[in-house]
């Protein structure tokens, strides 16, 4: 007697099972283990950190236009006259710290058509009118809803001041003699952690999509008439392939900024080096006793001497550093639209020594892949080398993980169900 059943016998639901999309997929899997391996892996990191990761890309998305909505939720500091003697940035420094001498003005800088000066904590600015030299207002840079996202998204919740804050993720987390753990805090690590499942996910989900040559329509597929499952499962394929560039280039990046060994490993493997981890320091000349600072008009022009363009915003010197950081738009600008701090190269002046200069460019040489890491990879991460139109396209990829996260549970579900079904059925 056969050991197949005759398919007139069949209950409903194995008749199904047999014919349910695909079932040839999977009996070719179980023929592939290390295949079948990277399914698994594929399958329990979405649904076990799906949430966390859904949670961070959703609200990477929404940040993409916090410059865009700080703008047009604070349209008063915004206001700006036209003048044909406009005053400079130096000028509005001065105007803000005679106004109020109490402000710890940090930093100065230029955005849409105001003057900002700013506190070192980065979280409070002054807008000032070039035209006529009023002061438009003070502003919280990072509160509301907007900055609960930053900080959630950019921070994990170790940003001070930001909304949101939480204070025992900003504690360090047990470096176990590893290195780059030292100064590591929960928050990052968090961020740093789910930077890697975004790798491992794009990954993993070349492998298990790839349909082979000869089947390659099935790949990009979407079989709409064919029940829940298959519309779902085709949906799941075709987002994920299309958004794998979208996802690994945040993946790294956004691990790498929490980590820095993944940058390193990233640039070995294009075939770059290892970044000088002092490339953003500078120490300035001992300076004699009542020494005068040479002002920020005298560092900008120093600064815009050795490098050419349009000044972002400059940071003042401080006790713990007397100099000046000129933050300068280069020719290729992948931050010109980011709110307030749009420079790519920076240079720093001494601040009571104009000739002492050094300026620091990621593209000035560097091997190929530093310069692409430095200039469009990681730029690409925020999208700030487009305008708000174009970051669209951005948005548009950083919901795909929520719409991977519904159609994968959806089929999930589906394939337990059946299952489940399945051994119900068995005994009889």
């Given at each position: 007697?056969s050991?197949?059943?005759?398919a007139?016998v069949?209950?409903r639901t194995?008749?199904?099972?047999?014919?349910?999309p695909?079932?040839r997929?999977?009996r070719?899997?179980?023929?592939?283990?290390a295949?079948?391996?990277?399914?698994?892996?594929?399958r329990w990191?979405?649904?076990?950190?799906?949430l966390?990761l859904?949670?961070e890309?959703?609200?990477?998305a929404?940040?993409l236009?916090?410059?865009?909505?700080?703008?047009?939720?604070?349209?008063?500091l915004?206001?700006h006259?036209?003048s044909?003697?406009p005053?400079s940035t130096e000028?509005?420094?001065g105007?803000v710290?005679?106004a109020?001498?109490?402000?710890p003005a940090?930093w100065?800088g230029?955005?849409?058509?105001i003057?900002?000066v700013?506190?070192?904590t980065y979280?409070?600015?002054?807008?000032?009118?070039?035209?006529?030299?009023?002061?438009?207002?003070?502003s919280?840079?990072v509160?509301?809803?907007?900055?609960?996202?930053?900080?959630?998204?950019?921070?994990g919740?170790?940003c001070?001041g930001?909304?949101?804050?939480?204070?025992w993720l900003?504690?360090?987390v047990p470096s176990?003699g590893?290195?780059w753990?030292?100064?590591?805090?929960?928050?990052?690590?968090f961020?740093?952690?789910?930077?890697?499942?975004?790798?491992?996910l794009?990954?993993?989900?070349i492998?298990?999509w790839w349909?082979?040559?000869?089947?390659?329509?099935?790949g990009?597929?979407v079989r709409t008439k064919r029940?829940?499952?298959?519309?779902d499962?085709?949906l799941?394929?075709?987002?994920?392939?299309v958004a794998?560039?979208?996802?690994?280039?945040w993946g790294?990046t956004g691990a790498?900024?929490e980590?820095?060994g993944?940058?390193?490993?990233?640039?070995a493997?294009?075939?770059g080096?290892?970044?000088?981890?002092?490339?953003y320091?500078?120490t300035?000349?001992?300076?004699p006793?009542?020494a005068?600072?040479?002002?920020?008009?005298?560092?900008?022009?120093a600064a815009?001497q050795?490098?050419p363009?349009?000044?972002?915003?400059?940071?003042l010197p401080q006790?713990?550093?007397?100099y000046?950081s000129?933050?300068?738009?280069?020719p290729?600008?992948p931050?010109?639209?980011?709110g307030?701090?749009?420079?790519?190269?920076t240079?720093?002046v001494d601040g009571?020594?104009?000739s002492?200069?050094?300026v620091?460019?990621?593209?000035?040489?560097?091997?190929v892949?530093?310069?692409?890491?430095?200039?469009?990879?990681?730029?690409?991460h925020f999208g700030w080398?487009?305008?708000g139109w174009w970051?669209?396209?951005?948005?548009?990829f950083?919901m795909?993980?929520?719409?991977?996260?519904?159609?994968?549970?959806?089929?999930w579900l589906?394939r337990?169900k059946?299952k489940r079904?399945?051994?119900?059925?068995q005994?009889?």
């Amino acid at each position: 007697m056969s050991a197949e059943p005759d398919a007139t016998v069949l209950t409903r639901t194995q008749a199904a099972a047999r014919q349910r999309p695909g079932g040839r997929r999977r009996r070719w899997l179980r023929r592939r283990p290390a295949r079948r391996t990277m399914v698994l892996i594929h399958r329990w990191t979405s649904l076990v950190l799906g949430l966390l990761l859904v949670m961070e890309t959703t609200s990477g998305a929404l940040v993409l236009f916090h410059s865009e909505y700080f703008r047009a939720t604070h349209s008063t500091l915004y206001h700006h006259t036209a003048s044909a003697h406009p005053i400079s940035t130096e000028q509005a420094l001065g105007i803000v710290h005679k106004a109020h001498p109490e402000f710890p003005a940090a930093w100065v800088g230029a955005d849409h058509g105001i003057l900002a000066v700013g506190d070192p904590t980065y979280t409070q600015v002054y807008g000032v009118d070039p035209g006529n030299g009023h002061i438009n207002g003070v502003s919280h840079i990072v509160h509301g809803p907007m900055g609960f996202l930053v900080n959630l998204h950019d921070c994990g919740l170790t940003c001070q001041g930001y909304s949101g804050y939480v204070s025992w993720l900003n504690h360090p987390v047990p470096s176990l003699g590893i290195g780059w753990l030292k100064d590591v805090v929960w928050g990052s690590s968090f961020l740093g952690v789910l930077g890697m499942m975004m790798i491992l996910l794009a990954i993993t989900g070349i492998i298990t999509w790839w349909p082979g040559i000869r089947r390659m329509s099935h790949g990009v597929r979407v079989r709409t008439k064919r029940g829940r499952f298959a519309r779902d499962y085709d949906l799941h394929n075709l987002i994920g392939i299309v958004a794998v560039p979208f996802v690994l280039m945040w993946g790294v990046t956004g691990a790498a900024f929490e980590f820095p060994g993944v940058e390193k490993a990233w640039l070995a493997i294009t075939n770059g080096k290892a970044p000088d981890p002092n490339r953003y320091t500078f120490t300035a000349n001992p300076a004699p006793k009542k020494a005068p600072d040479i002002g920020l008009a005298e560092a900008t022009a120093a600064a815009q001497q050795r490098q050419p363009g349009r000044v972002g915003y400059v940071a003042l010197p401080q006790p713990a550093a007397d100099y000046y950081s000129v933050s300068i738009v280069g020719p290729h600008a992948p931050y010109r639209y980011r709110g307030f701090y749009s420079g790519d190269v920076t240079v720093y002046v001494d601040g009571h020594d104009a000739s002492h200069v050094s300026v620091v460019d990621s593209g000035r040489g560097e091997p190929v892949a530093n310069t692409f890491y430095a200039k469009f990879f990681e730029a690409s991460h925020f999208g700030w080398m487009v305008n708000g139109w174009w970051r669209i396209v951005w948005f548009i990829f950083g919901m795909a993980p929520l719409a991977l996260a519904v159609t994968g549970v959806s089929t999930w579900l589906f394939r337990r169900k059946t299952k489940r079904t399945r051994q119900k059925a068995q005994p009889a």
